[in-house]
């Protein structure tokens, strides 16, 4: 099980669904949310740059993306997550949740090593048990 996942999505109750769906399976012991690239990158900055030493700061394993957002999309979140700014975050996995089935989505996000895997909304218990075989949760 992982520690701690992150779902960023504009949409409430995507991350309402994601939320109860990821708590049912085992999946991750606590799911934080953000609604657009920017407020996550916000809390990786709060993070980043909180320094209380009594509270262990958690990173989130896993991402779950939406690629289209406003304020910032998933695409323009990736460009700034993968520079050198938030390297220590950079062992998280990110999984693309889209709507899209564009297939210069797809490709782009080939070319990205931190996107593991393109799945279609909503999220399910199913994909959940594909992604702890994929990614060797216990």
């Excluded at 939320?19 to 993070?47: D, M, P, W, Y």
């Excluded at 979140?77 to 050198?84: C, N, R, T, V, W």
Aim: net charge negative; with cysteine; aromatic share 8%.
């Amino acid at each position: 099980m992982l520690e701690q996942i992150l779902c960023i999505d504009d949409d409430p109750i995507t991350l309402m669904l994601c939320k109860k769906v990821i708590s049912r399976s085992s999946f991750s012991h606590e799911i934080i949310t953000a609604q657009n690239g920017e407020e996550a990158l916000l809390h990786f900055n709060t993070l980043k740059y909180t320094n209380n030493k009594n509270k262990v700061n958690k990173k989130p394993e896993l991402i779950f993306l939406d690629l289209n957002m406003p304020v910032m999309s998933g695409w323009e979140f990736l460009d700034h997550f993968i520079s050198p700014d938030y390297k220590e975050f950079n062992s998280a996995k990110v999984i693309v949740l889209s709507s899209t089935i564009d297939p210069d989505d797809l490709a782009k996000a080939k070319k990205y090593p931190i996107i593991i895997d393109f799945l279609s909304k909503p999220i399910t218990l199913a994909m959940l048990e594909y992604l702890k075989k994929k990614i060797d949760i216990d």
